[in-house]
């Protein structure tokens, strides 16, 4: 049955991720807490707080069913079953020198006949470095253009525009790609998993590099709470903007899960103004106007 | 004009508690920002950081005008002006052992010929100390009463629906009073006018008391790690459910005048427990099961 190969995937991907990531930190390990939806299904959410590398780092999958909550049931106009299957990470590093990194792919089904996969990846950096941006998003490209030409420009679009906060007029992170809803016949939804399954292997070397690359680096104070006002901003994000989130509050998902996206520690100043020529104005700069990476 | 007299109450009230604060804090001193909205209007934010007392404590007065926004014209079926104005304060201290406190009281008129006033008090401790919590209850109900008889016991309630974290199934404090849309023809207008001044002026022998109780006391670094995640609810209510601040996000508002409502810091945990007894579950208890206090 597909819906239960997409699980499969989902389950096992989860596994490698966290394996590497337990690798990687080299300090804490993952805490898994399985659950039941009341309503048909279930997860097993892993978390890591306070590693060598990672606060807070959580990796979700879960395998849900049961009718179809009223937001998607308004637009299909009937009531109708639902299947939605996925796995959700969001990694918190403590140092201010490693960019936080958040992917998501997720595969859904209703009994209408519609199913599509939705998902992405996208990197919030607290200071711009451009080989990092470069290394990421062409990692990403390659994967995307193994299969379909025009997937990163249009993904790569999506996420700009997806993870945009409005009354900041900036975006959360340099983006990644983005995409949702997308669906096909029989044969043309084979192949979207295909791409799925590539772009959710393409997590660990599109981001542990970097990790790598930075996790000796010192950092000041200043640049702490610098990321813990960044932190703010992805706080923003997430609770207004999200729709994943808002539409897990909505439908009474596990909050605890939910909201596990959430940096450990997030700061407001009053109107903070940023040195001109300073590497915190260097990366606002670049979240006020998008680039190309790849 | 009324409106002028609405608008010269709110400011001279801005000046009443600003200077109080700044008396009780003994540290700090509040720094003013005058701002024009380009449509119409303008504003005086003032906001003390690091006092004494206050981590982050502000106090905003407004007075705008212009085209109705389409929220608002949405409901009305027309294009319209409006006028508003009103004061907005949150004090949040940086003990644990001094309670978060937020007043809101605001006149709104539109061309249409609408015109109404809303607004409340309500506090937000991190501990459950009952005399405090009768204090306060009690101070504002009596202000209440001299007007009329249902005012307390409606914009009671009104408060504890409307600061309802749903997805967390508890209040974001407890309570005070709320109430909006306060209308009637001109002599009901004055009267409530009369009413807003007298609870306007409420606000500081509310909430003053509490601060000199408590602002010598004694907190661990455990209390203030309570107060962050408590801090972290508080950015959830105001950015997930607050009208005010996501019609502030919406409609483009001074953005640094809005989000001045949020904690210097905040913190999120993983799947907290309290434990069974605590002082932190007997606050909590609260939240979930709202009591009457005066």
Same mark, same amino acid.
Not at 99 to 113: D, I, K, L, M, W
Not at 194 to 220: A, C, M, W
């Given at each position: @049955?597909?819906?239960?190969?997409?699980?499969?995937?989902?389950?096992?991907?989860?596994?490698?991720?966290?394996?590497? *990531?337990?690798?990687?930190?080299?300090?804490?390990?993952?805490?898994?807490?399985?659950?039941?939806?009341? $309503?048909?299904?279930?997860?097993?959410?892993?978390? @890591?707080?306070?590693?060598?590398?990672?606060?807070?780092?959580?990796?979700?999958?879960?395998?849900?069913?049961?009718?179809?909550?009223? @937001?998607?049931? +308004?637009?299909?106009?009937?009531?109708?079953?639902?299947?939605?299957?996925?796995?959700?990470?969001?990694?918190?590093?403590?140092?201010?020198?490693? #960019?936080?990194?958040?992917?998501?792919?997720?595969? %859904?089904?209703?009994?209408?006949?519609?199913?599509?996969?939705?998902?992405?990846?996208?990197?919030?950096? !607290?200071?711009?470095?451009?080989? $990092?941006?470069?290394?990421?998003?062409?990692?990403?490209?390659?994967?995307? +253009?193994?299969?379909?030409?025009?997937?990163?420009?249009?993904?790569?679009?999506?996420?700009?525009?997806?993870? !945009?906060?409005?009354?900041?007029?900036?975006?959360?992170?340099?983006?990644?790609? %983005? %995409?949702?809803?997308?669906?096909?016949?029989?044969?043309?939804?084979?192949?979207?998993?295909?791409?799925?399954?590539?772009?959710?292997?393409?997590? *660990?070397?599109?981001?542990?590099?970097?990790?790598?690359?930075?996790?000796?680096?010192?950092?000041?104070?200043?640049?702490?709470?610098?990321?813990?006002?960044?932190?703010?901003?992805?706080?923003?994000?997430?609770?207004?903007?999200?729709?994943?989130?808002?539409?897990?509050?909505?439908?009474?998902?596990?909050?605890?899960?939910?909201? @596990?996206?959430? #940096?450990?520690?997030?700061?407001? $100043? !009053? $109107?903070?103004?940023?040195?001109?020529?300073?590497?915190?104005?260097?990366?606002?700069?670049?979240?006020?106007?998008?680039?190309?990476?790849?």
């Amino acid at each position: @049955m597909f819906r239960q190969r997409t699980s499969d995937f989902f389950r096992n991907l989860q596994d490698e991720i966290t394996s590497s *990531l337990e690798s990687l930190d080299g300090g804490a390990k993952f805490r898994e807490d399985l659950w039941d939806r009341p $309503d048909g299904g279930g997860g097993r959410t892993r978390v @890591m707080t306070d590693g060598n590398i990672f606060e807070k780092a959580g990796v979700n999958f879960s395998a849900v069913h049961g009718e179809s909550p009223k @937001m998607l049931q +308004d637009k299909s106009n009937a009531a109708s079953q639902f299947y939605a299957t996925g796995i959700s990470l969001v990694l918190h590093p403590r140092s201010p020198k490693i #960019p936080t990194v958040h992917a998501n792919f997720r595969y %859904f089904e209703q009994s209408t006949g519609e199913a599509w996969f939705g998902g992405g990846i996208d990197l919030t950096p !607290y200071y711009l470095v451009e080989q $990092d941006a470069k290394h990421f998003h062409t990692t990403i490209k390659s994967t995307c +253009d193994t299969h379909d030409a025009d997937y990163y420009p249009r993904f790569k679009q999506w996420c700009d525009d997806y993870f !945009y906060i409005k009354h900041r007029a900036e975006t959360r992170g340099i983006g990644g790609i %983005f %995409f949702d809803h997308l669906n096909g016949n029989r044969v043309e939804l084979e192949k979207i998993f295909s791409f799925v399954q590539d772009i959710g292997r393409t997590f *660990l070397p599109s981001y542990n590099p970097i990790v790598e690359e930075h996790k000796d680096e010192h950092f000041t104070d200043a640049e702490r709470q610098w990321q813990l006002l960044r932190h703010g901003r992805y706080v923003e994000f997430n609770l207004v903007y999200d729709k994943g989130t808002l539409f897990g509050l909505e439908t009474g998902g596990r909050i605890e899960s939910i909201l @596990m996206s959430l #940096p450990t520690l997030a700061r407001w $100043d !009053y $109107d903070v103004q940023l040195q001109h020529g300073s590497e915190e104005e260097k990366l606002v700069n670049v979240l006020k106007n998008p680039r190309s990476w790849a």
